[in-house]
């Protein structure tokens, strides 16, 4: 009798915990929407706010300089006090010159290591090289600034005399390869969600692995791959403290690699230091060139969304 009344007694017990466990779960069902939906608004509220910053304070830009000099204009000498100019065209130029650069260097590069990775790397070996290829991805990028100045730089000069210190391949070069492991990692990812039927049939026609490589696991993974450059180049349009250090800040309307640069980010790293005060035209520029900014990288973006939905497969 005394082991049935523990046993029913017990049991009360299980039965209480239970009960209180689902009350439990039921509020933190409860909550949990809640907390998310919060997380959601304030990434939304937080994007709308700095776009309506940057708005703002470049419609006061614009009200001090016209559009069309802005748009048009090959001179940017905003510190030039008898008569600055805003024509941002040398500074998209710069933008642009460091960028390809970095594209040049970065995709066959990273598309090479995610085919080695995909097709050829045995499970072991890219358990240990994928992560220390990743390990670029999260070195600071100053210390890159400095790698590109001092290190990169000077081996230039030796098969480029005519080389400056302050120049546009040094930093693209470094700049793509900090992009690498963005391509790598994002394109091996698409080419190991192909399926190995795909490649089995491929190698039973008699292609070679190469040839599967290159010819069918390549093309069949094209949209993601194609999208992982986007977004690399998205990210090189947006660097700073490379082209900061190692680019130099002459904004000049040219293509020449070999000289001082000046890119969209470079600038605003140069005004936001102190060389403005607050409320002048060169302080409300800093916004215009952000906006600029921000329109490229919001077209970089949207474009990789599309070519991923437009030329995804479905397996």
């Known amino acids: 009798m005394a082991s049935q009344g523990l046993g029913k007694e017990q049991s009360v017990q299980d039965l209480i915990a239970k009960s209180r466990n689902k009350q439990g779960k039921k509020v933190l069902e409860k909550v949990m929407p809640l907390l998310l939906l919060f997380t959601a608004v304030v990434s939304v509220l937080t994007t709308f706010g700095i776009l309506f910053t940057l708005v703002f304070e470049t419609f006061e830009f ?11 204009g090959t001179e940017w000498f905003p510190f030039s006090g008898n008569n600055p100019t805003f024509g941002v065209l040398p500074l998209i130029l710069g933008t642009l010159k460091v960028t390809v650069i970095a594209i040049i260097v970065a995709v066959p590069l990273g598309i090479a290591a995610a085919i080695y990775l995909s097709e050829y790397a045995s499970d072991k070996a890219r358990r240990v090289i994928k992560p220390i290829l ?23 000069q030796q098969l480029i005399p005519s080389l400056k210190i302050f120049n546009a391949l040094s930093p693209g070069i470094v700049v793509g390869i900090m992009i690498i492991p963005m391509i790598a990692s994002l394109s091996e990812d698409a080419m190991s969600s192909v399926p190995n039927s795909i490649r089995e049939a491929a190698l039973g026609l008699g292609a070679t692995k190469l040839e599967v490589a290159l010819k069918v696991v390549l093309p069949a993974a094209i949209s993601g791959i194609i999208s992982s450059i986007v977004l690399a180049i998205s990210r090189a349009i947006g660097e700073t403290m490379i082209v900061s250090l190692a680019g130099g800040a002459t904004p000049t309307f040219n293509l020449d690699v070999t000289g001082s640069i000046q890119t969209m980010t470079a600038y605003i790293v140069q005004v936001s230091s102190g060389d403005a ?39």
């Open 277 to 315: 005060g607050y409320g002048t035209t060169i302080y409300y520029s800093i916004y215009a060139v952000g906006f600029t900014l921000f329109i490229f990288t919001l077209i970089m973006n949207l474009l990789a969304h599309y070519i991923s939905k437009r030329f995804r497969e479905e397996y």
């Open 134 to 156: 990743e390990v670029l991805a999260g070195v600071p990028t100053i210390v890159y600034g400095f790698f590109a100045l001092t290190f990169v730089t000077p081996i230039l």
């Open 62 to 72: 614009f009200q001090r300089v016209s559009i069309t000099d802005y748009l048009f």
